[in-house]
């Protein structure tokens, strides 16, 4: 398994001792706790644990979020499982983790494995339309996506939100108290549709490039799917607040800079290249940064 550069070690310890925290105060108190700055709620999502770690490209986000996920689920949730919808900002980008996520050789799913004992479930959409509640018991979930699909105006989000014959089950013998927060008919009765499903099960949600996710749309979509906790990865969080013109600022716990990269190996110095009379002899010089 991949080791974690001393940074990403020291966010993941950030994340940890904040996510303890707000079990024991809640998310605004414990963010202040953290970092002696106001937490900034979201409308939509109350008292939810909603916080970025911002960490500059070629950082190695995506292996922290695998660590991240871990870190929630024991923290957090206090459970041996969980459901996580990883969120990601396109198609390409999505196709790409996707198979990352499902190969056990990968060191992102070893660092999974690593946590959940490798009874880990990694699936897109359109196999998550057909998940039984055997699997979410007894595995942690992985859903890979990106926001756009889950919104309604997508063709693949209207799916999520309409009755899907082979999730019926999960709904049998529902508490009155958790059939109020699910959508229904105008009967009452239920839809039994993954956006149900995933309100009902509270996923964990990792944001990959969370930047690109900060409006009232998608604050609204997120609302509709009810999750337990948020952790955003990016490069360039969004820092103005200015809700009246659409900005809304993540709550950054902890930030990683470039001269930590660099210090670690991280960052590839560029290039410049040059050539000697004879063209076909090229060198090639690291500039000094």
Known sequence: MLQLKGYQERCLEDLEAYLRRVNQCGANEAFYNRTGRPYIPVEQLPELPYVCLRIPTGGGKTLMACHALGAATKI?????????????????????????????????????????????????????????????????????????ALR???????????????????????????????????????????????????????????????TELSFDTLARIGPSCILEFTATPETTHKPEHGHFASNVLCHVSAWELKSEDMVKLPVRLRTRPDWKEVLADAVNM
């Open 76 to 148: 957090y949730l206090q459970t041996d499982h969980a459901l996580c919808l990883w969120l990601v900002p396109s198609n390409t980008i999505r196709d790409q983790t996707l198979k990352a996520l499902r190969d056990r050789q990968h060191h992102y799913r070893q660092a999974i494995d690593s946590t959940f004992a490798g009874d880990v479930r990694v699936m897109d959409l359109a196999e998550a339309l057909y998940i039984q509640r055997g699997v979410l018991e007894g595995e942690t979930v992985i859903i890979v996506s990106t926001l756009q």
């Open 152 to 214: 309604v105006q997508d063709t693949e989000g209207r799916k999520i939100y309409e009755a899907a014959g082979a999730l019926k089950s999960m709904f049998d013998g529902l508490e009155p108290s958790l059939r109020a927060k699910l959508e229904c008919y105008e009967n009452g009765e239920v839809i039994p549709s993954l956006a149900n499903v995933l309100k009902l099960w509270r996923p964990l949600v990792i944001m990959d490039e969370a930047h690109n996710a900060r």
